[in-house]
């Protein structure tokens, strides 16, 4: 099982409420996309029914005809401009690869102007006529035994900060995955049983809030298939809100093949009612590394390979989408030589996920 960075979400075996909506922006929100003709809010996981807010997508998935955003600023673009400046066409043509695919951003500090930060992005997204997709990562004693720990200061502190962001999205779609790693680590043991219990009560708290949100569709984060057993997840994740999300995600900053992506995430579905998920794709093309390779097996590890591209057609009546969550090409931390600490723009890793050989 790998580890994640970040800034992405790392885990110690391998692999990261809101304060109400006024009354008149949900209004204005939920007209806005009457009139796009998207004013259908799926229902939840529990499998069954729809909610008051509409029906159930078709087999395809809960995300079929949303355009994943591509952003047109960031490391990997400014990395392609600066090759293809210099005539690098090679390596150009590698980071392009990259480049040119949606990816999901990140949200895990509270630096001034957060909330702005993901206003502009939704904005941008829907002009472009695409759906953006958001890390949340902020819990508070996140990543409890890695590289990326921080969050929140306290329970407060954080339904504050889920409360702005949720928000900041109000009147657009936006696709969230609700907190890398943060279910796995409390059944691992990661934390006391009192520091648990409050993490399960706050992953429900952001699902509520994002899910007040018209046009959000907020997938909560469980694990990878070699982590946790399906068995021990999905009473975890009923802890923790899945009931009122829209699904759950696998393989975030992880390099686990796909077909084992959709065999546990099949299963686990089958333990919470028919429940769908999204797999993040964006380094798992030739599959995990070595088993029991230590950091090798997840931080950096060499031989990993770009995997299928986002898309929200997956040809699976379970997966609504394949997602790049981890930003390929971004360290997962400081842990060989000449790597960057996790979340920094690393070139030359870049370059060999997208199969250069340089």
């Known amino acids: 099982m790998a580890r994640h960075a970040l800034v992405r979400p790392r885990g110690r075996r391998p692999l990261l ?20 003709g998207d004013a259908t809010d799926r229902a939840g996981t529990g499998g ?34 600066g090759l293809e400046a210099a005539g690098r066409t090679g390596e150009a043509a590698a980071i392009r690869r990259i480049a040119e695919q949606p990816t999901a951003t990140w949200f895990a500090d509270e630096a001034s102007g957060y909330a702005d930060r993901a206003r502009r992005l939704v904005r941008e997204a829907g002009a472009a006529g695409q759906v953006p ?13 890695g590289h990326s720990a921080g969050g929140a200061r306290d329970a407060a502190a954080y339904r504050r900060w889920v409360g702005a962001l949720a928000a900041a999205l109000a009147g657009h779609r936006a696709i969230v995955v609700l907190e890398p790693d943060a279910v796995a680590h409390a059944i691992d043991g990661c934390l006391p049983a009192a520091a648990a219990a409050e993490r399960y009560r706050l992953l429900g708290a952001a699902v509520d809030a994002f899910r007040t949100v018209p046009g959000v569709r907020v997938y909560l984060d469980a694990g990878n298939p070699t982590w946790v057993d399906a068995g021990r997840m999905a009473p975890a994740l009923r802890a923790a809100g899945i009931d009122r999300a829209h699904g759950f995600a696998l393989n975030v900053a992880n390099f686990e093949s796909t077909p084992d992506n959709i065999a546990y995430g099949t299963a686990l579905s089958g333990l919470l009612g028919g429940a769908h998920f999204v797999v993040d794709t964006s380094r798992n093309g030739n599959g995990p590394a070595q088993m029991g390779a230590g950091d090798r097996h997840w931080c950096n590890p060499p031989g990993r390979a770009l995997g299928t591209p986002p898309t929200v057609e997956t040809g699976h009546p379970l997966v ?39």
Request: net charge neutral; charged share 20%; aromatic share 10%.
């Open 17 to 36: 409420v809101a304060a109400a909506l006024c009354a008149v922006l949900l209004l204005g929100a939920a007209a806005w996309f009457a009139a796009k």
């Open 48 to 81: 069954a029914t729809p909610d008051a807010r509409g029906s159930d997508a078709a087999p395809t998935g809960r995300l079929a005809g949303w355009p994943l955003f591509v952003e047109r600023t960031g490391p990997a673009v400014d990395h392609l401009r």
């Open 133 to 145: 997709v958001l890390s949340v990562y902020y819990l508070p004693q996140r990543d409890c035994s």
């Open 320 to 358: 609504d989408a394949y997602l790049w969550i981890k930003r390929p090409g971004e360290s997962d931390g400081a842990c060989t030589a000449g790597s960057p600490p996790a979340g920094r723009w690393f070139p030359r890793y870049a370059l060999e996920l997208a199969g250069h050989p340089g």
